[in-house]
């Protein structure tokens, strides 16, 4: 097992770039690491997962983060931990980009982000997801135990 990562590209995923950190293949599996960053704006999907926790520091910007029907605004330096099955919404907010780390226990879904990945990762701008990025999304999160929830 590579404990070490030196070399973490960025990659496009549903509009943010997203670096991995630390992958499930270097923890033996037990947990993952990636670094996002949103644009002002940029909003995940309403969904839960099946398999893991997910916890979020936010470095810099503002997150709005919907749980169910509460709204938490975090600030640099807060921390949430999401618990799997809970049903959750990542919104950037403010005039800069969201960077925050997200870890999740066990791991599997930097291998969903990989698996959403654009095409165009080469590019690593933050962006709209486009409708490719959302059929992407759709096909490949029930494999990795994530459920799409309407949106409200």
Not at 126 to 129: C, G, R
């Given at each position: 097992m590579d404990s070490v990562n030196?070399?973490?590209k960025p990659v496009m995923f549903?509009?943010?770039t997203v670096k991995v950190l630390m992958s499930g293949r270097q923890s033996g599996g037990q947990f993952c690491m990636l670094e996002f960053q949103s644009p002002p704006g940029r909003s995940t999907p309403m969904h839960s997962h099946d398999r893991e926790e997910e916890t979020i520091h936010l470095l810099t910007g503002v997150l709005e983060v919907t749980l169910g029907s509460e709204t938490v605004l975090l600030n640099?330096?807060?921390t949430l931990l999401i618990p799997?099955?809970?049903a959750h919404r990542l919104c950037a907010q403010g005039e800069g980009s969201a960077r925050y780390i997200v870890v999740c226990t066990p791991?599997?879904?930097d291998e969903f982000v990989e698996a959403c990945a654009s095409a165009d990762s080469e590019s690593a701008q933050?962006?709209?997801?486009s409708a490719a990025d959302i059929a992407r999304l759709r096909d490949q999160a029930p494999r990795f135990g994530i459920t799409l929830l309407p949106s409200a």
């Open positions: 030196r070399s973490s549903t509009g943010s640099p330096g807060d799997r099955h809970v791991a599997g879904f933050t962006s709209v997801p």
